[in-house]
């Protein structure tokens, strides 16, 4: 008695389910990819538009560490920071979806857009990454602001979404204004869960905000 082509036809089957599957995601994350370059490249144009109405109004500033004191200049062994501007604009482009390793190179596009010269020095890498830290400490310190004097919060709820196939969660509470309107403050923008059950993003925000 001859074979039944039937598990021949599931095996073609499940393979050509597989290849449209991995082509899928791949244009998913192409185009998932293309968007976040274009809002990069127009917070990126808009920071440097505002930058540049500053500095005309304004005298050149040097892209250099500074020195915490005077006297930490005249001796050996004295420690420089960035000004806080520079920290400013880095936090400020980091806030925006700029990437920590590209952040280093639009400085340097800025700064010739501003002054026609190549900057004295550039943050490093690892410092840009540690201003991620900075980043979240200010959001954290402006959502307190917020929430604090407020005698209720009229509503709390999450937002889930997935980019790159990586579902992440963000807490939100409702404060009703003056006019009667709903205004949202995010709490935690990006908590990451294992999938988009109810019951793991319970977890994940308690976890993220344990108190």
Not at 66 to 76: L, N
Request: net charge positive.
């Amino acid at each position: 008695m001859p074979r039944s082509p039937l598990p021949r036809q599931r095996k073609l089957t499940d393979e050509r389910l597989k290849k449209w599957q991995k082509e899928h995601n791949a244009r998913r994350l192409a185009h998932d990819k293309l968007i976040d370059q274009e809002k990069q490249n127009k917070t990126t144009i808009a920071v440097m538009e505002r930058y540049k109405t500053l500095a005309e109004s304004n005298t050149q500033r040097e892209m250099k560490k500074e020195w915490k004191d005077v006297a930490a200049s005249k001796r050996r062994g004295g420690s420089r920071r960035w000004p806080v501007g520079v920290v400013q604009l880095i936090c400020e482009l980091l806030v925006n979806g700029t990437p920590p390793v590209t952040v280093r190179d639009n400085i340097e596009t800025l700064y010739w857009t501003l002054y026609k010269k190549a900057p004295q020095e550039l943050p490093s890498i690892s410092f840009v990454r540690d201003c991620r830290t900075k980043v979240e400490v200010i959001g954290e310190t402006i959502t307190s602001i917020k929430l604090a004097p407020a005698p209720t919060w009229d509503q709390l709820w999450t937002d889930a979404t997935t980019r790159r196939q990586i579902p992440f969660t963000a807490l939100i509470i409702g404060m009703l204004g003056d006019d009667a309107k709903i205004y949202p403050v995010v709490v935690s923008s990006c908590i990451f869960t294992e999938d988009e059950r109810s019951e793991t993003q319970a977890e994940g925000v308690i976890s993220r905000n344990p108190r």
